[in-house]
Every structure is written in C-alpha cells, then in structure tokens.
C-alpha cells in the first residue's frame, strides 16, 4: 500500500533551473496538496485541486504552477528556481466524502530542495 | 482567519517523563489532527479527532470542539518520541484545506 509518493528526495538547483516534483497517490483520493516547510516553520499551502481538472492557489503560489489530469498525479512546476524556494516540499492527498467530512490527510516523505 | 496555537512551543523532558501538549483553535473547526514530525523530516499520521478521545498505545488524544482545544498525551515518553508536534484543523470555508499551528519541539533525553 504505497500512499502517496513524492520523487525526488533530494534535489540541488540552480539559480534560474527549473524542475518538476512529482506526485501520486493511489488511493483514489479527490484533494491533492502541495504544501513547503520552511526551517523551524509549520506547513504553508502552495497549490490544491478538488479533482482532475481543477487546480487553485494556497497561501504562497508564487513561482510555482502545477497540473492535475489524472486524478494520481499532481506535479508541481518550479519554472526560474529562486534561493528563496529552498526548502521542504510536501504533497498531501485527502478523499472528500460527498455528504460526509472525511478530511483526513495523508502525506508523501517530502522533497529536500536546494537552490543555490 | 482562523488562528491555530499550540503550546508549549519547546519541551525537553527525560525519557520516561508524561507530557500533554495543547492546540487551541480561534474558531469552529471540520476535523483536526495530529501530526509528529521526526527529526528526518518525515510527517506521521498520529490522530484524526474531529471529536472525542482516542488512544493509540502510549499515545492519546482529546478534542473538546464545542471549547476549541485539543490535547496530545505521551505517556512514558521514549527517545523515540523526539520531533515536532503539529495541531492542524479543517476549516468548512477554506475548501477544507489544512490550517496549521506552529509545532511543538520535543526533546526527550535519555
């Protein structure tokens, strides 16, 4: 039972590079996160979507795009990496119930991004 | 928007030692749950509790929602326990995106 699964693990950019993070989950969840972590910080939400096809912006989605056509997989685009994108990025997926409140979140093992 | 506090913010406790850390929410709240982070960074589902109290071995939680609180008890703490606690709660008008509080740093010495 995988979860959801975050590649890479690690990655050193430079300034200027781009890259995807990807991620998927195989629990046929609708909501999908991507959160980063920021030294001695809590969680801040980059981007979200409802489901295939339809993506909004959290609390910080500047220099970030993402894509959802598959309900699995949601990848996360750094187009011109900045130091300031250095840290700990997280995907989350969650399955909303229609009619319930089944919320509970599940996460992948984060991504150590570095931009120098 | 809502504001989500936990505290205390640090805690060094010998191995053995309880604890109770506490979330408090500013309003009403879908689900809440907890989270431990290890030192490797990783995150780890500890409690899914809207409401009421669970219990998974040396670890507890209770979550009184009509008082906007929530309590995480480590019994018998181990070296193991060390990391960062997190609070985060689904909020009804934020699209139930997760909100969360700043973390508790736990330090258990051996």
């Known amino acids: 039972n995988a979860g959801v699964t975050q590649t890479p693990k690690f990655r050193i950019l430079k300034i200027g590079q781009s890259m995807t993070l990807q991620c998927t989950q195989d629990m046929n969840h609708n909501y999908m996160y991507w959160y980063r972590q920021d030294p001695g910080m809590g969680l801040k939400l980059i981007y979200y979507?409802?489901?295939?096809?339809?993506?909004d912006k959290g609390e910080v989605p500047n220099g970030y795009n993402v894509s959802r056509s598959t309900t699995e997989d949601f990848p996360l685009r750094l187009e011109l990496a900045a130091p300031s994108q250095t840290s700990v990025y997280f995907c989350?997926?969650?399955?909303?119930?229609?009619?319930?409140?089944?919320?509970?979140?599940?996460f992948g093992q984060g991504t150590r991004l570095t931009v120098v | 928007g809502i504001q989500v506090e936990q505290s205390p913010p640090d805690l060094i406790l010998q191995e053995g030692a309880n604890s109770t850390l506490r979330c408090n929410f500013s309003?009403?709240?879908?689900?809440l749950q907890w989270f431990h982070q290890n030192p490797w960074g990783q995150l780890i589902n500890l409690f899914y509790i809207p409401s009421g109290t669970k219990q998974n071995g040396r670890l507890s939680a209770t979550t009184v929602a009509t008082e906007r609180y929530s309590l995480l008890y480590i019994s018998s703490s181990q070296t193991t326990d060390s990391g960062v606690y997190f609070c985060?709660?689904?909020?009804?008008?934020?699209?139930?995106?997760?909100?969360w509080g700043a973390g508790t740093k736990l330090i258990i010495k051996p």
């Open positions: 309003d009403s709240v879908n689900n």
């Open positions: 979507s409802v489901g295939a096809g339809i993506t």
């Open positions: 985060a709660v689904v909020v009804r008008d934020s699209n139930y995106q997760l909100i």
């Open positions: 989350a997926s969650s399955y909303r119930m229609t009619g319930g409140l089944n919320t509970e979140a599940f």
